[in-house]
């Protein structure tokens, strides 16, 4: 059990690559918070976890939910040992020029802000613990941006050099800071990736990616278990690719 007697928040856990964490830390020995917008779906992961999981209705961009899920692993694990900010949200595939105010706001709010908003409750927590792990989802849009992601490619390039900034001052506190930059992956958000959800498209994508598949929740997983694991208590600061190889 690698992570026995650790209590993890999870956003974005009510699908896609947070689900798969949350079962994946579960099955490790971890507490977890499934914090997500979607309050039901998020009902439905932890009553699949069960005794270790408990369920709370978030929106990250709300600085008093934050609040709310971080008290929410105090009051029923007793502590908050593992954060991963893995919510996110993307404008759909399209010229730069297309994109309107309210979804470069709504990401803007979703993939940066809220990691601000969650660091204001999480980091003294774990101050006061005596260290922790927070990780991110960020992206290989943040390394090796394409066309038609332009905006959202920037906020996680933006994600990604702030989980630096954070890993070096947050050091001192033996709070360790890392990112995960996965390739287009099997969650609700590959249609607006690729602009169009077809057998051609979905053909095009996956020839960049020389493993030869899109990125899988286990595959996230498996990566974000070893990070936030006391197997890598000397890893901070580190964006790890978990493409397939889409980076090199």
Known sequence: MRLEGKTAVITGAAGGFGEGMAKRFAQEGANVV??????????????????????????????????????????????????????????????LLDVDEQSFDRICDVNMKALFHASKVVIPIMDTQGGGNILATASTAGLRPRPGLLWYNASKAWVINACKCMAVELAPKNIRVNALCPVAGETGMLADFMGQDTPEVRAKFQSVIPLGRFCQPRDMANAALYLVSDEADFI???ALEVDGGRSV
Request: aromatic share 6%; charged share 25%.
């Open 236 to 238: 901070t600061g580190v």
């Open 34 to 95: 499934i914090a997500d917008l979607k309050g039901d779906e998020a009902r439905r992961v932890a009553d699949e976890i069960g005794d270790r999981a408990v369920a709370m209705e978030v929106d990250v961009t709300r600085a008093q939910d934050n609040q709310a899920m971080a008290a929410a692993a105090m009051s029923h694990f007793g502590a908050l040992d593992i954060f991963v900010f893995n919510a996110g949200y993307t404008h759909r595939n399209q010229p």
